[in-house]
């Protein structure tokens, strides 16, 4: 992978912006910055970005780590073993667009639960279930937060941010450890990914004052947002692709 300057300062823009979206909501780097980096240059995506990932995931559980519910984080892992196999599985056996058409449907159906007159709460089969759904489409296409995500919807905002950082940095090394066991880790990859850690420090940054935007009533409508769009993204991929 060869990268230009100009390559580097764009993919480098959309992970600083991912940075202040998932800083301020909980979640979103991913969901931003993977198709767009894509678009790019397909060999950013999915270890260079799974780099900066467990970086952003780190820091923002330094900063809200007293609100972690981290016996929930301890269920979602518990699914999120398996389901890391699996995606590494599905990366090899099934199609991109098949796969992606197939966690888009999930993803909404979920939505539309979280949008019923139903109170959706992080129940250990939830959590397990949400883990194993993350697992799969969080190393398969680097879209893994919405599933536990909708789970802690009624949750403050530090709660949802410090719980989804917790699962998010367990949650990639072992996405990366899977993809090193398939072989898709290399070297450059991972030094590609490095370079754009300073883009994602100043947008993590800039996320500080917006958290305090999105605390005001707007964490519930943020999550639901976010989680369908990265639903229909991947359906559009899944359609065009």
Not at 39 to 62: E, F, G, K, Q, R
Not at 113 to 122: G, H, M, T
Not at 137 to 163: D, E, K
Request: proline fraction near 7%; charged fraction near 5%; hydrophobic fraction near 60%.
């Amino acid at each position: 992978m060869v990268v230009t300057a100009l390559d580097l300062v764009l993919a480098g823009l959309v992970v600083g912006f991912g940075a202040l979206v998932q800083g301020a909501v909980g979640f979103g780097m991913a969901l931003l910055a993977t198709p767009l980096l894509a678009l790019i240059d397909p060999a950013w995506v999915p270890v260079p970005i799974l780099v900066p990932a467990m970086v952003l995931a780190i820091a923002s559980l330094l900063r809200e780590r007293g609100h972690a519910d981290w016996r929930g984080v301890g269920w979602a892992m518990l699914g999120r073993l398996p389901g890391t196999f699996a995606g590494v599985a599905l990366v090899v056996l099934l199609s991109p667009r098949a796969f992606a058409a197939a966690v888009g449907v999930v993803v909404l159906a979920c939505v539309a639960v979280s949008l019923a007159p139903l109170r959706v709460r992080p129940t250990p089969p939830l959590l397990v279930t949400a883990g194993l759904v993350a697992g799969v489409s969080g190393t398969a296409a680097a879209i893994g937060g919405p599933p536990v995500a909708l789970l802690y919807q009624s949750a403050s905002g530090p709660r949802i941010r410090a719980t989804l950082a917790a699962f998010f940095a367990a949650g990639t090394l072992l996405s990366l450890a899977g993809l090193g066991v398939g072989g898709a880790v290399t070297v450059d990859g991972l030094l590609h990914g490095l370079l754009l850690v300073p883009f994602l420090a100043a947008g993590f940054w800039l996320s500080g004052p917006a958290r305090v935007l999105i605390d005001r009533g707007g964490t519930r409508p943020a999550v639901l947002g976010l989680s369908a769009a990265a639903a229909l993204l991947l359906l559009g991929q899944a359609v065009l692709g």
